[in-house]
């Protein structure tokens, strides 16, 4: 332990280091929910293999500063931002960088004040309640609104940008939105840029990677597609992504909460006795009678 | 006069790690923490000010030790408290709470004695320090 950084030094057995952490677990736990998401998953798994040499040279007396930990998730709605940074606080909690691992999500309303002197109190509170773990800031770039040059959100952004920088050993920031706002954002704010250090983009998902959502979506709640209605709910996305206010994982919920509405009430609706499989069991029925078959775009806003 | 009241007020004046580590035990029992101040320390004076709101929702102590330092600053020559509230079913009461600023100069109390009908006595406490307030 003695050694200076130059000798060879003692042995030190990654893998089991790599194991002892839980760190592998949470990868693996990452992995097996969240489908597709390749780059995230490799950038994620970069992350905390730096951190966790990071750990060792510290024990062993390497000089490290602590690094910059401060992350940006940009993304479209319903690529898994907001479960990604979950996990990250696990991960981040489980390698000693915050101490408790909890996620705080806050967005413009809960740092902006509306009168004078309303923001400052409201924004320190919730650095407050972050502390020891993540803040998860999301659409932040609506803190930042350059037409109206009297808007609060500026003060929120001074006290986050200094909060960063002083307690970066209390709390992990996480800013997460769509990409391009996200780049004019970080561009009139060169400070919050410079002060991030892992930008992470999350794609939008492929259809096969939708329908696998989909598939453990309903895994999860315990219903089952039949060989029609999978082939049917396979049509559903491939015309649902060609319309607007399509949230990728989001929309996907959504359409399976409105055929669950549906099959239960087509169970309802035929009376007699049923088998109790009938009951997990996705019609091909329900899918089709969806709204978005019969080129209803805006109807299905809601989505 | 040195004042005892509260939980471990017989016990030498905490460091601050010791402080955190308190504050810390209390938010892991999931107790929102309160600071309180006051000029009076009477044991009767139940009604302390309290520096800010109550912090619900906060999980690391670090949080509650910048409000404290704030408040020390704010107050230098009060008494400062910190309660740990449980607000479980059936116990809904302070759990926890402790001293952790004294002013450098404690006047302590003066004993009145009343003479009352039939020899009796009657005897009241008073605060030097509201008596004689400071400046």
Known sequence: MTDTPTTQGDQIDLDQVWQSSDIQALLDKLNEELIGLVPVKTRIREIAAMLLVARLREQHQMSTDRPTLHMSFTGRPGTGK????????????????????????????????????????????????AIGGVLFIDEAYYLYRPENERDYGQEAIEMLLTAMENQRDDFVVILAGYKERMDTFFQSNPGFHSRIAHHVHFPDYSLDELVQIAEL??????????????????????????????????????ALDRIKLRQANRLIRAGGSIVTSDLARIDVEDVRASRVFRGGAAAETSA | MRITQGTFSYLPDFTDEQIQAQIQYCLNNN??????????PHPRNVYWDMYGLPMFDIKDAVAIMQTLSECKATFPQHYIRISGYDRSLGRATTALQF??????????????????????????????????PRG
Not at chain 1, 108 to 118: A, F, N
Not at chain 1, 217 to 238: C, G, K, P
């Open chain 1, 82 to 129: 907001t479960t990604v940074a979950m996990r990250m606080a696990k991960i981040l909690h489980s390698l000693g960088y915050v101490r408790k691992g909890h996620l705080v999500v806050a967005s413009r309303d809960d740092l902006v004040g509306q009168y004078v002197g309303h923001t400052a109190p409201k924004t320190k509170e919730i650095l407050k309640k």
């Open chain 2, 31 to 40: 107790w929102p923490i309160a600071i309180e101040y006051t000029d009076d």
């Open chain 1, 217 to 254: 979506m309903v895994r999860q709640q315990m219903y089952a597609f039949d060989d029609d209605s999978r082939t049917a709910f396979r049509e559903y996305l491939e015309q649902r992504v060609q319309q607007p206010h399509f949230a990728n994982a989001r929309s996907v919920r959504n």
């Open chain 2, 99 to 132: 001293l952790v600023q004294r002013p450098d100069d404690e006047p302590g109390f003066y004993l009145d004695r009343q003479e009352v009908s039939d020899r009796q006595v009657r005897y009241t406490i008073r605060s030097h320090s509201v008596t004689r």
